[in-house]
């Protein structure tokens, strides 16, 4: 198993409970030995909620008999059936495998765009919602120290770029946390603190439909909030960002949630990609590779409940848990020579957790927005914690939050690097196909 994701973690907690020690031996691949809960990192920025609540121990709660190999998968070789594995000291290490379940997720997507790797701060990792939230503080603390006017407007102001899910809740979240923080900063005046939020869409989450979308820009323009839609970043250096419409804007900080695309593993099989997905069969086995499955953000996996030809399933955690549970029950019955289900869902609605007491959501079709929307956002990201120790951590920060507030210290973290996107995913670290065949020569000869 590649990834500890949504998909990756659900297959393999399935498997454990169907398949008997004799059956298989389990082992699952991941650079962090936790499984990250995605949709609450702007909660993690924005200091709502601690990085470890959101973390969720793969070693607590995966039973023993899964192996567990710290390690990226950056290389697959599918004539030797084997995985090439860069561990977390560098070295590469090759896994052999009978049957590979594909679920190595996504990273931001990023377009060429000048200056954009080098100065744009990502939202996708648990270490970036870390260090954003320092940085965000330690332009108050240096607009604060600053006695340059100009200096001060371009620290307190802030671009977050894309209008879906994570970028909405990012510039949400985040333009609380400045809100609430610059009181305790007498020398700052809080209307020099400014949020854009841009996204190239002319809707902002279309996918809420006309009512919603519109109560979310309601919220976020009560709060100050500048959406510009139909508009996207020409250039950015680390004084100023560049709109697409002509403006220039004084900032030292760019927030890129402009989407997501496959995994980098996905290109060093060879095989059909859909979107830059790998192409899967509704039953999620990938076409012409031999024990080869995928499924989650890296798999265009087929939507069948829609009905219509070439559609697939969005790269939502809500597919993927079910994709897990649905690619594990086909894994067992291919095991057992029995007959395997296509992958259907029934939609159960979006949520959308704006910070404080706003939200936005459509849970099985009924509109919500204000308090009673955030508190179904929550209560369905509590329940869909794994654990109850996870579901602890969160519950308690959220209560300790909105009776305490938040103390807007920094940590320091990565405070003498960048901390831009190309440090944070590693997307340089993926192998050609010449090099991983290189890996896994040896058993290239065995399997020949």
Not at 85 to 93: D, L, M, P
Request: overall charge neutral.
């Amino acid at each position: 198993m590649v990834g500890a994701g949504f998909a990756g973690v659900g297959c393999v907690k399935r498997l454990e409970r169907r398949l008997t020690e004799r059956e298989a031996r389990i082992t699952l691949l991941s650079p962090f030995s936790y499984q990250l809960y995605l949709p609450l990192l702007p909660q993690v920025a924005s200091g709502a909620l601690t990085p470890q609540s959101v973390a969720l121990s793969l070693r607590r709660s995966q039973k023993y008999r899964t192996r567990i190999v710290p390690g990226g998968a950056v290389g697959v070789d599918t004539a030797a059936k084997a995985v090439v594995v860069r561990t977390i000291t560098g070295e590469y290490e090759v896994e052999p495998y009978d049957h590979l379940v594909l679920a190595p997720g996504s990273v931001t997507r990023t377009f060429d765009i000048p200056g954009l790797s080098d100065h744009a701060r990502g939202m996708k990792t648990l270490a970036e919602a870390v260090y954003v939230r320092d940085h965000v503080i330690s332009q108050l603390d240096l607009a604060d120290a600053s006695d340059d006017e100009a200096e001060r407007a371009a620290r307190l102001q802030f671009v977050v770029v894309g209008g879906g899910y994570a970028g909405t809740e990012t510039a949400a979240c985040l333009q609380l946390l400045t809100h609430n923080a610059v009181k305790r900063y007498p020398r700052l005046d809080p209307a020099l603190i400014k949020w854009h939020l841009v996204d190239i869409a002319p809707k902002l989450m279309p996918e809420l439909g006309e009512k919603l979308g519109k109560a979310a820009m309601d919220i976020l323009t009560r709060r100050g909030i500048q959406v510009s839609l139909g508009v996207s970043v020409a250039s950015v250096d680390d004084e100023a960002v560049t709109l697409t419409d002509g403006r220039v804007l004084p900032c030292r900080t760019l927030i890129w949630t402009a989407g997501v695309a496959a995994s980098p593993l996905v290109g060093t099989l060879g095989a059909e990609t859909v979107r830059g997905r790998l192409a899967v069969t509704p039953e999620m086995n990938v076409p012409g590779l031999d024990g080869v499955w995928a499924l989650g953000d890296a798999a265009a996996v087929p939507d069948v409940a829609k009905g219509e030809e070439g559609a697939i399933c969005p790269p939502t955690a809500q597919h993927a848990m079910r994709q897990g549970k649905t690619l594990a029950d086909n894994l067992v019955a291919t095991l057992r020579g029995e007959h395997l289900r296509p992958y259907t869902h029934k939609d159960l609605g979006l949520v959308v957790d704006l910070g404080g007491m706003d939200g936005v959501s459509k849970p099985l079709g009924v509109e919500l927005h204000g308090a009673p929307a955030q508190a179904v956002a929550r209560g369905y990201h509590w329940a869909a914690l794994r654990t109850n120790v996870a579901k602890t951590r969160v519950m308690t920060n959220w209560l300790l939050n909105a009776v305490a507030g938040d103390d807007y210290v920094r940590t320091g973290f990565l405070a003498a690097k960048a901390g831009t996107l190309r440090d944070f995913e590693y997307t340089d670290a993926y192998l050609t196909p010449e090099q991983v065949r290189e890996h896994t020569g040896a058993f290239r000869g065995a399997v020949g």
